[in-house]
């Protein structure tokens, strides 16, 4: 008697649901996602094997160029409308809500504070051709206000859980760095985070 043969039949797998899945997803990471803005200056920092790694939240960065700018930046954008708040009631200046807008999707900034309106009302396409002057950090008093401090107080000052970082160029002048740091010191501020690259540690090294 011959053997019987079973038919085969075809397997169909239906992807409708996996792809609405899948697409429901790609749509909630876009809506979600917070863009990083343009950095006013690109700053090289030098190596480190530190493994100690800089908070995402609640940090204020200070960014010294090797042409020693100094950058300005606070993470938050509500905490950065407070801040410039705070630094146009201590000034007697005024800001329109554009124009809080646009600096709260700023990560840092290199202007000088009578600058920043004007820079504020720039488009885009202008505002990346802009050459910032770097944040005036004069510390002898024989120079411009040393608007660093007031922008360090009055960002603690919109948000006291701020912790300090501070980002410098590997090729930054050592003067400039000291201007800093007087400035911070001036306000009791001994500690902070430095910002380096990875390098891979020596073979037999331990951290402690």
Request: glycine share 6%.
């Amino acid at each position: 008697m011959p053997a019987v043969k079973v038919k085969r039949a075809s397997s169909a797998v239906d992807m409708t649901a996996m792809c609405d899945v899948a697409f429901l997803l790609l749509t909630f990471f876009i809506l979600t996602a917070q863009f990083r803005s343009q950095d006013a200056a690109a700053i090289e920092t030098p190596s480190s094997i530190s493994g100690i790694k800089v908070p995402d939240n609640d940090i204020m960065t200070i960014g010294l160029g090797r042409d020693g700018k100094v950058y300005f930046g606070i993470d938050n954008a509500q905490n950065r409308i407070a801040m410039l708040d705070n630094i146009a009631a201590a000034k007697g200046l005024s800001f329109t809500n554009n124009e809080k807008k646009e600096f709260s999707l700023m990560s840092n900034f290199g202007l000088p504070i009578n600058q920043l309106k004007a820079y504020l009302n720039l488009p885009k396409e202008q505002q990346a051709k802009v050459n910032q002057a770097g944040i005036p950090t004069d510390t002898t008093g024989a120079g411009p206000t040393n608007e660093l401090k007031e922008w360090v107080y009055n960002a603690r000052k919109a948000n006291n859980n701020l912790r300090i970082a501070l980002k410098g160029d590997n090729l930054a002048k050592f003067p400039e760095f000291k201007n800093v740091l007087a400035t911070l010191q001036a306000q009791n501020i001994n500690k902070f985070n430095l910002i380096t690259g990875t390098e891979a540690p020596p073979a037999g090294w331990k951290a402690d």
